[in-house]
């Protein structure tokens, strides 16, 4: 899935860039968070504001291809109120973000709960103008999923890496002790809130922290989607490109 070139660039290079939300914080049993961890291996970014310091953005389309309605929330990686749209069964939202933005976007069925930065949730989540002027970004199981998702480049340009599309059409299946509410499934972390399954404490690095029997149920049902908090080389991609579309149930 990576070529080499992607994956040298990301051993090489250190920093914070999908970093977790220094306002909202996950709950008590949620990893440390939802690729927070994952991507402390890439460049850094900290722009929250919808036009980044050069006046230019970046187009991001959110589509619900699924049966039902859904609620979009968008949360900005250094904090700040956290957003959320209505995106009706087959129709489609744009949001503009600045072109050194960096957050994440999940979403809900109508009435679900899962408000909650931390909660059981599939994430997407984007980090702009990091590494050598490349966009990266990723779908995230490291909390849990809710939903199928897949991350689209459009109008790629310049020297990024492979642009891949990281698809997830299918959930994986989940075991019993990680089904949670609305037919999400909770981590391994979220459910159990070990510092083996959520990569903290004595195994927050990555030779000490390595994937458990359920990051790997996760990975072989979803091979595109981090799987837990160091599943960086086969999960994170990048490219340059000025939007991307996200689409739930592709």
């Known amino acids: 899935m990576l070529n080499i070139i992607k994956i040298t660039a990301i051993l090489a290079f250190t920093g914070a860039s999908l970093s977790a939300p220094t306002s909202s914080s996950p709950s008590s049993t949620s990893s440390p968070s939802s690729s927070s961890t994952t991507s402390d291996r890439c460049a850094s970014s900290s722009s929250s504001n919808s036009t980044s310091s050069d006046g230019s953005n970046v187009t991001i389309t959110i589509k619900n291809s699924c049966s039902n309605n859904l609620k979009i929330y968008k949360l900005n990686n250094d ?4 957003e959320s749209q209505d995106v009706s069964a087959d129709t489609s939202h744009e949001f503009q973000v600045g072109s050194d ?40 199981f490291v909390d849990g999923f809710n939903l199928p998702m897949s991350i689209e480049p459009e109008n790629k340009s310049g020297n990024g890496f492979d642009c891949g599309t990281p698809t997830c059409s299918n959930l994986p299946s989940c075991p019993d002790e990680l089904k949670g509410k609305d037919g ?18 004595e195994y927050n690095s990555s030779d000490k922290c390595k994937a458990s029997e359920y990051a790997d149920k996760f990975k072989s049902g979803c091979s595109d989607a ?20 996200v689409t739930f149930c592709p």
Do not use: M, N, P
């Not at 109508?110 to 997407?124: H, T």
């Not at 499934?185 to 404490?201: L, P, Q, R, V």
């Open 184 to 201: 999400a499934c909770k981590s391994a972390c979220a459910a159990f809130g070990t510092e083996e399954y959520c990569c903290t404490g």
């Open 79 to 82: 904090g700040g109120d956290q």
């Open 226 to 245: 981090y799987s837990y908090a160091y599943d960086d080389a086969k999960s994170t991609f990048g490219c340059q490109a000025d939007k991307y579309t």
């Open 101 to 140: 933005w960096s957050g994440r976007f999940w979403g809900c069925k109508d009435g679900g709960d899962c408000v909650s930065y931390g909660s059981a949730v599939s994430l997407a989540e984007f980090l702009f103008k990091g590494y050598e002027g490349s966009d990266f970004y990723d779908i995230s």
